[in-house]
Structure formats: structure tokens, C-alpha cells
T-cell receptor
Framework: GQQVMQIPQYQHVQEGEDFTTYCNSS?????IQWYKQRPGGHPVFLIQ?????EVKKQKRLTFQFGEAKKNSSLHITATQTTDVGTYFC???????????FGTGTRLKVLA | DGGITQSPKYLFRKEGQNVTLSCEQN?????MYWYRQDPGQGLRLIYY???????QKGDIAEGYSVSREKKESFPLTVTSAQKNPTAFYLC?????????????FGEGSRLTVL
């Protein structure tokens, strides 16, 4: 079945350093989404990417969707303590309502 | 205030008992989902529903059952057949059309089997 893997599983950075998490799907995706889950909380939607090679920015966050629509990345520039949490990607294949979540990357920012 | 309400927030259950988790949304969303999250792990799909009176199994449906009799409601029953039910359960909904596919999550229900 469809699988979505994320690396790294954990990342500790000093405040001000950059951070990147990578997401890889075993199948071609129709779209991919990114979510953030704060400790003890529930996932909150960040962004959706639909087009091959698409790049979107939200302030310090940059999201990319691969040309083959099987991989994606999230890059945070100059991390802040408010960026702490687990970042998940979630992919959907065409013709289905089913979203498969990646394994997540837990980010810890050291002040 | 529009949103998704899950209840109860915490639930303790003895082995061999069935338990039903409630999920209600007033967002007028067509699609609803149940995910399970284990400590330090990702979200795994249990069941999802595209419309009323229709639902499909996700990747880990064994030991669970759902119903979708109303658009607003998608309760999940954890049966005694579920081997390891202790987990954090998340319900979500989505418009699922017009390129609006983002999932809105409830605050979750934490089930502990004693």
C-alpha cells in the first residue's frame, strides 16, 4: 500500500539555525499537505501543494513539491522557539479522499 | 463558533469492553476521518467517510467500527477485538472539493485500557 516516509525523525537546532524536513511517497501524489502539531496538541494545517515543482512561502517557511510529485520538503529559516513541534506531511492520491500521513519530524529549538 | 468537537477528552476502559468516541462537526464538511496516533509516531488512518451513509476502511481498521448516519457526526467504536487500543484518537473533517482539501482536526480523545 501507499507509504509516506519523513526524515529526519528528530532534529535539535540552536535558535537562529535553519531546519529542513523531507517527505517521500511510494506513489505519485495528487497533492500534498503540511501540518504542525505542538506538544500535547492536535495537527494544524499549514499549506497545500498541488502542482509539480511548486514552491510556496509563508514568512520563514518554504515548501516545495517535487517534479515527479512523489516528494516534498519544508524549510524553516532562522528557527525560533515558537517553531517547536512535530511537522507532518500528508499525501493524497488521485481519485481518493484518503490522506496518508508521514511519520513526522519532531523539531526542538534550543534557546 | 465552527469546529470539530471530540468527546470524551480522556477515557479509561477495562479490557474486553467496547467504547465509543464521539466526533461532531458544524463546518458543513462532507468528508470525515479517524486517525490513531501512538506516542512519538505519525497518524494512521482508521476509517474515512466521503458522504453520509458511506465509509471506507483505512490502513488499520481491524477492531474498529464507525457509522455516518448524519453529516455532522462520525462516531468511532473501539471494540474488544482491537488488540492494543491505548492511543490518542483524532477526528478530522474536510470540505474535500473545489481544491479545498485541508483537514480540520478536533482536539483528540486519549484512550487508556487498564
Amino acid at each position: 500500500g501507499q507509504q509516506v516516509m519523513q526524515i529526519p525523525q528528530y532534529q535539535h537546532v540552536q535558535e537562529g539555525e535553519d531546519f529542513t524536513t523531507y517527505c517521500n511517497s511510494s506513489t505519485t501524489l495528487s497533492n500534498i499537505q503540511w501540518y504542525k502539531q505542538r506538544p500535547g496538541g492536535h495537527p494544524v494545517f499549514l499549506i497545500q501543494l498541488v502542482k509539480s515543482g511548486e514552491v510556496k512561502k509563508q514568512k520563514r517557511l518554504t515548501f516545495q513539491f517535487g517534479e515527479a510529485k512523489k516528494n516534498s520538503s519544508l524549510h524553516i529559516t532562522a528557527t525560533q522557539t515558537t517553531d517547536v513541534g512535530t511537522y507532518f506531511c500528508a499525501g493524497r492520491t488521485s481519485g481518493t479522499y484518503k490522506y496518508i500521513f508521514g511519520t513526522g519530524t519532531r523539531l526542538k529549538v534550543l534557546a | 463558533d465552527g469546529g470539530i468537537t471530540q468527546s470524551p477528552k480522556y477515557l479509561f476502559r477495562k479490557e474486553g469492553q467496547n467504547v465509543t468516541l464521539s466526533c461532531e462537526q458544524n463546518l458543513n464538511h462532507d468528508a470525515m476521518y479517524w486517525y490513531r496516533q501512538d506516542p512519538g509516531q505519525g497518524l494512521r488512518l482508521i476509517y474515512y467517510s466521503q458522504i453520509v451513509n458511506d465509509f471506507q476502511k483505512g490502513d488499520i481498521a481491524e477492531g474498529y467500527s464507525v457509522s455516518r448516519e448524519k453529516k455532522e457526526s462520525f462516531p468511532l467504536t473501539v471494540t474488544s477485538a482491537q488488540k492494543n487500543p491505548t492511543a490518542f484518537y483524532l477526528c478530522a473533517s474536510s470540505i474535500a472539493q473545489y481544491e479545498r482539501w485541508e483537514l480540520f482536526f478536533g482536539e483528540g480523545s486519549r484512550l487508556t485500557v487498564l
